[in-house]
């Protein structure tokens, strides 16, 4: 296994012209320092709130280099772009923080019109989604915590399970495969049994519907070696998406105030091992498995490729996709398609504002672990001079 395939910068930023290699070192240079990125963070949130015109900033900086464009037009280029590099796109329509009825039936019809109009698109084979978009958080808690829900609640209940169906049987309708996002320890376990249902019902011929699993937790291992003996006869087939997790600070802190264990591994070192167990899990039980590597840790990637090459599994397999964020490791995402395996980006979409909370996630997310920042800023660099020699 050539093991240094990720370092080849030209492949990486071949769509990139030299100026978005610019304004990408500059967002690094300041999402990499943690001071900068609060002040940044709250700065932001109270300049919207007054409606200042901080969007314009916005939209020709940190989100021009993490989102697609505002609509789905507004995408395609970056879409046909990338596909003919062999990367597919997941648009991914970023609403967050809805509350009411009215929000999730817009939310839900939204994601049906993504499905219907990336089917028959060869660059667009999943469609995500973010069940707290279609349901109320806190209702997904209670659900989570499986305390008994008055005739009210049961009611809501079942428009949330409504929607999952609505969206997993269009996606097999239309042959779109489907990520279900994972969101925080509190509303996880309502979500995990409703993907579960899901499977039962549109994994049956093909794998549609893929659950996410985040490795930070110190529980998911097990929850996979379980659920996997509960079905082991079943006729269906599972979808898994392997992430860390995104929610580490938070789950912390929420821990913390409510007096419980913290759901998350106690070191890094644990979620990357409890990372690496699960690809081996997944391999183990790849008759009945489809999987969805998302990393930007190259480790993980190369560890992928190795079993894969060990298993007897073609580069091409659709058993087998790997996954970036869009302005994310770039290196990973063109150098694995260069080489013919499955990847794709997730790539955000929507208005300014909506995608706030995204963008946020990704500053924070960066700040917090130093590696991934300053490894994104020495390839950038790195690029910048060979075109320069
Ligand atoms: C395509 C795609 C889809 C995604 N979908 C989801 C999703 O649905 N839900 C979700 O929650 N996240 C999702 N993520 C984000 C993902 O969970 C990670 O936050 C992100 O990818 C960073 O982890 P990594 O494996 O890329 O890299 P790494 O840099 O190797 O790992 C960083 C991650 O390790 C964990 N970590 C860091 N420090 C510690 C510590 N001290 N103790 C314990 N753990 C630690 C955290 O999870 C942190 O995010 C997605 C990512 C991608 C690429």
Not at 270 to 298: G, R, S, Y
Not at 311 to 318: A, E, F, V
Not at 346 to 352: Q, T, W
Request: proline share 2%.
């Amino acid at each position: 296994m050539n093991n240094n395939i990720f370092d080849n910068t030209q492949i990486a930023f071949k769509m990139k012209k030299n100026f978005h290699l610019y304004n990408a070192i500059f967002l690094f240079n300041i999402i990499t320092r943690k001071m900068l990125v609060t002040i940044f963070t709250n700065l932001t949130l109270v300049m919207l709130k007054m409606n200042l015109p901080i969007k314009w900033v916005l939209k020709r900086t940190i989100y021009s280099h993490f989102c697609g464009g505002v609509d789905l037009d507004s995408c395609m280029e970056i879409i046909s772009d990338m596909h003919s590099m062999n990367v597919h796109s997941i648009l991914d329509y970023s609403v967050e923080g809805q509350k009411n009825e009215a929000s999730f039936e817009r939310s839900c019809k939204k994601k049906i019109e993504i499905i219907n109009s990336v089917a028959n698109n060869k660059a667009i084979p999943f469609a995500v989604f973010k069940p707290t978009s279609i349901g109320r958080y806190d209702l997904f808690k209670l659900v989570s915590s499986k305390k008994q829900l008055n005739d009210s609640q049961n009611h809501e209940w079942s428009n949330v399970v409504r929607r999952f169906h609505k969206i997993c049987k269009h996606a097999l309708k239309m042959n779109i495969k489907i990520l279900i996002d994972a969101e925080e320890f509190e509303v996880q376990n309502a979500i995990d049994d409703l993907s579960i249902e899901m499977m039962l019902n549109y994994n049956v011929n093909d794998v549609i519907v893929y659950n996410t699993i985040q490795l930070y937790r110190w529980d998911r291992l097990d929850y996979l070696k379980k659920t996997l003996n509960k079905y082991k006869n079943s006729e269906f087939n599972f979808g898994f998406k392997l992430v860390r997790g995104a929610y580490m600070e938070k789950e912390r802190l929420m821990a913390k105030k409510g007096h419980y264990k913290s759901p998350i591994c106690s070191t890094k070192l644990i979620t990357d091992n409890n990372f690496d167990n699960a690809v081996e899990l997944m391999f183990d039980n790849l008759k009945k498995i489809d999987f969805f590597v998302a990393t930007h840790n190259e480790r993980s990637n190369y560890k992928v490729m190795q079993l894969m090459k060990e298993s007897g599994i073609k580069k091409s397999s659709l058993k087998v996709w790997f996954g970036q964020l869009y302005g994310m490791s770039d290196n990973i995402t063109f150098n694995l398609a260069k080489e013919g395996y499955n990847v794709a980006k997730i790539l955000p979409f929507g208005p300014v504002e909506n995608l706030v909370p995204y963008l946020i996630r990704r500053a924070q997310e960066n700040s917090s672990f130093e590696g991934q920042s300053s490894r994104e800023l020495n390839l950038l660099r790195k690029e910048l001079i060979r075109r320069k020699a």
